[in-house]
């Protein structure tokens, strides 16, 4: 899968502050590319806070991409994801964010 695609993304006013001041707003444009044109059927992207209670009161960044995809529990999309990742970024930005794949019918919470 090469081809762009048009994919509504919704950042939270707090992951957009976070985002700003870690100062990873060109790794989180990458990963959205990345969604939009490699991962199945994308509907929607979410990108929000989550606590991470390990590591204190510093919040994480969630992206979750929202698939018109059934699931398939054959399907190595969350692999080949994770992969990139790991390949593409440094642990400095991974400590910070989660890329998601949510494969099904997209439910608008």
């Known amino acids: 899968m090469t081809t762009a695609v048009t994919v509504p993304v919704t950042v939270t006013p707090d992951a957009a502050v976070r985002i700003a001041a870690l100062g990873i707003q060109p790794a989180v444009e990458r ?3 990345y969604a939009r044109r490699r991962l199945p059927a994308p509907d929607r992207i979410e990108i929000t806070l ?3 209670y390990e590591l204190g009161d510093q ?3 969630a992206i ?3 698939s018109r995809r059934p699931f398939d529990p054959t399907d190595s999309t969350d692999r ?3 992969r990139w990742m790991v390949t593409e970024f440094p642990p400095e930005i991974l400590e910070h964010v989660v890329v998601s794949h949510r494969p099904g019918a997209s439910h608008a919470g």
């Open 31 to 33: 990963m959205l590319e």
């Open 80 to 82: 080949d994801l994770d």
């Open 50 to 52: 989550y606590d991470r």
């Open 59 to 61: 919040p994480g960044l």
């Open 64 to 66: 979750e991409v929202y």
